[in-house]
């Protein structure tokens, strides 16, 4: 299996731009979540699906973020205006059967907001 | 309210000698524990985890964790520590906070590792 992929590796943006970051889970898991890493506040679930379906959405700082699942091999997590404060590393994570198995991070993407 | 915490945000260790990371939990039910490493520009690893069964825990690359319930502790070990272990180490719980199931992770410590 070829593990959780995303894209882009690496983003550059200037503030105010739209950003949408990409994730193919892992096939047959039912799970998907969506982190944020930053040196200041380590790393932060901001939202998780199970099914396709958002199930805790609690972590998403505000509405300039948004996630969506429209099928089981894809999820897509948007940032519009994006700010310099969003910088950051995103990982999506993949597991099966249950939110609190264990969880398959992909490489994730680091975004820079200029 | 369930939590992880991981003494030592840096622990520093000599090639060969013993290694060990530190993860306190709170949880009111039986946990799941975890733990993963984490390389330089990477994603997080599974190194190993606890659901059921034997308290001591082997995972990849020589590491093993204990499960003490009496004193809420995961702390991971290495006999010897070899150079390609510098990387950060993460402690987490699987916990069901604020109507739903989800991992809570520690701080992480990162483990430098000299010749």
């Known amino acids: 299996d070829a593990g959780v992929i995303q894209s882009p590796r690496h983003e550059v943006t200037e503030m105010g731009q739209e950003v949408t970051l990409r994730c193919k889970p892992i096939s047959g898991h039912d799970y998907l979540f969506w982190y944020r890493q930053t040196m200041m506040r380590g790393l932060e679930l901001l939202i998780y699906?199970?099914?396709?379906?958002?199930?805790?959405d609690s972590g998403m700082p505000e509405d300039r973020f948004s996630a969506k699942m429209p099928n089981a091999s894809f999820s897509t997590l948007k940032i519009q205006p994006s700010e310099p404060r969003d910088s950051a590393v995103y990982f999506c994570?993949?597991?099966?059967?249950?939110?609190?198995?264990?969880?398959?991070f992909g490489p994730g993407t680091r975004l820079t907001v200029l | 309210a369930q939590s992880v915490t991981q003494l030592g945000s840096h622990v520093s260790v000599s090639e060969g000698a013993l290694v060990l990371l530190r993860c306190n939990y709170s949880?009111?039910?039986?946990?799941?524990l975890f733990w993963y490493v984490q390389y330089p520009n990477q994603g997080l690893q599974l190194l190993l985890k606890?659901?059921?069964?034997?308290?001591l825990v082997k995972g990849i690359n020589g590491f093993e964790a204990e499960f003490k319930k009496s004193e809420t502790s995961f702390h991971l070990t290495k006999p010897s520590a070899h150079m390609s272990d510098a990387a950060e180490y993460f402690c987490a719980v699987s916990a069901f906070m604020d109507s739903s199931y989800k991992l809570i992770f520690g701080s992480g410590t990162r483990l430098l590792v000299r010749p």
């Open positions: 606890y659901t059921t069964g034997a308290t």
């Open positions: 994570a993949s597991s099966q059967g249950h939110p609190g198995n264990e969880q398959f």
């Open positions: 699906f199970n099914n396709n379906v958002p199930i805790d």
């Open positions: 949880s009111s039910v039986p946990p799941y």
